[in-house]
């Protein structure tokens, strides 16, 4: 059975895990959906129970990349707990499910109020630092094969699903690299099989083989999670 709470709350004494909760709304993750946009004031935050949405960053109109990924595990807003209210990437829903989405102004009275939540957003913010910084790396010095590999991984994590749908394109844009660089890598799992991608449908067939095809970037992150949350 799938588990429908978020893992930021669930880490909550029971008492601030239920006013948490009842100080927000279950709202739907729908795919391509905007969330924010970077650079503009943040207006809500959201703790994904089930889904995942992309952080991106945008260089240009044409240029954009994934530095990062929310979802079970984590929350978009979490810069609000510095006292920034500007979002640094524009945040894009790139799997179905819901989310729990609470005012920023409420979120920020609620980390003043309790310790053990800012605390928790505390480790939570030095774990997406230490992604973002990995993502950097990650794209300058891996190979394409070896970070869709990764990206599956940490797709196939937050999906909490052996397969799920993603499009050739929206991998390119992604990945920051063009269509023809995603099919090859593509092609060179499956031949391996490791997944299965067709149309649109990925299908993870072999997770420890796709593990070791993997760059070294996400056992690190999950390494990291793990030490802290």
Not at 89 to 98: E, N, P, W
Not at 189 to 217: F, N, P, T
Request: proline content about 2%; hydrophobic content about 45%.
């Amino acid at each position: 059975m799938v588990n429908l709470e978020n893992h930021l709350i669930e880490l909550l004494p029971r008492k601030e895990r239920t006013t948490l909760m009842a100080a927000s709304e279950m709202v739907p993750l729908t795919i391509g959906t905007i969330l924010c946009e970077a650079s503009e004031s943040t207006r809500h935050v959201y703790f994904p129970s089930k889904g995942f949405i992309s952080l991106v960053s945008i260089t240009d109109a044409k240029s954009s990349l994934e530095v990062g990924m929310v979802g079970r595990e984590g929350m978009l807003g979490v810069q609000l707990a510095l006292g920034v209210p500007r979002a640094p990437l524009r945040a894009l829903v790139q799997g179905t499910g819901i989310a729990r989405r609470m005012s920023a102004r409420t979120f920020r009275e609620a980390v003043e109020g309790s310790v053990n939540l800012r605390r928790t957003i505390n480790l939570y913010l030095y774990v997406l630092m230490e992604q973002l910084a990995g993502a950097a790396a990650c794209v300058r010095f891996h190979l394409i094969d070896r970070r869709l590999a990764r990206w599956l991984l940490m797709t196939q994590d937050r999906a909490q699903a052996d397969s799920f749908r993603v499009t050739h394109e929206f991998l390119a844009y992604m990945l920051g690299v063009r269509r023809v660089g995603v099919t090859a890598a593509a092609g060179a799992l499956q031949r391996r099989g490791l997944i299965q991608y067709h149309r649109g449908h990925v299908a993870v067939l072999d997770r420890k083989g796709l593990e070791l095809a993997a760059c070294s970037c996400y056992a690190k992150d999950v390494r990291a999670y793990n030490e802290f949350l």
